[in-house]
T-cell receptor, first 120, second 109 residues
């Protein structure tokens, strides 16, 4: 079990540039989540996917942010025209939601190590 | 809107002391998770509590879910420097997790 992986771990960019982050979830997990965390705060929800379908987006996710999960496996989060306020830790998590198997599902999410974005 | 409030926000103690962190809400949660996060890393899941009044133990850590499923606590016995980190409670329906703002714990040798 390799866990959730994220790439890159750190990204420094200049204001106005575009950046893309990748997340590889735990292989048998069908749900993938993106969160943003700033210093001294808990993570804030951005968006999540079930398989390849994007089911919910936060109001925090401006038009400059777009996320995809094209084949229901890895996901990418792109930020266009970065601003200094975008500087944060971007966290990816995955979980398994049971369908009709009867197995309880308590929304336990497993996080990757995060991508630290610094916008200069 | 569901909110989770954690207290205290910061805690600095000596090795060997006991401590309790609280996580409170005015909303009912079907389950709550506790995570621990180290600087520069993602949160690591410690435990999930699902039943009102439930108590779970993980070595020196004791987690309790309130009877009304609106609050939870984390108690650490005989804290060690390795317990240092950010402790987060989180909950939510099937989908996004709502996090408390975290409790920054520092255990000094």
């Amino acid at each position: 079990d390799t866990g959730v992986s994220q790439d890159p771990r750190h990204k420094i960019t200049k204001r106005g540039q575009n950046v893309t982050f990748r997340c590889d979830p735990i292989s048998e997990h069908n749900r993938l989540y993106w969160y943003r965390q700033t210093l001294g705060q808990g993570p804030e929800f951005l968006t999540y996917f079930q398989n390849e379908a994007q089911l919910e987006k936060s109001r925090l996710l401006s038009d400059r942010f777009s996320a995809e999960r094209p084949k229901g496996s890895f996901s990418t989060l792109e930020i266009q025209r970065t601003e200094q306020g975008d500087s944060a830790m971007y966290l990816c998590a995955s979980s398994f939601l049971a369908g009709t198997s009867g197995r309880p599902s308590y929304n336990e999410q497993f996080f990757g190590p995060g991508t630290r974005l610094t916008v200069l | 809107t569901q909110l989770l409030e954690q207290s205290p926000q910061f805690l600095s103690i000596q090795e060997g002391e006991n401590l309790t962190v609280y996580c409170n809400s005015s909303s009912v949660f079907s389950s709550l998770q506790w995570y621990r996060q180290e600087p520069g890393e993602g949160p690591v899941l410690l435990v999930t509590v699902v039943t009102g009044g439930e108590v779970k133990k993980l070595k020196r850590l004791t987690f309790q879910f309130g009877d009304a499923r609106k609050d939870s606590s984390l108690h650490i016995t005989a804290a060690q420097p390795g317990d240092t980190g950010l402790y987060l409670c989180a909950g939510g329906p099937r989908g996004k997790l709502i996090f408390g703002q975290g409790t920054e714990l520092s255990v000094k040798p």
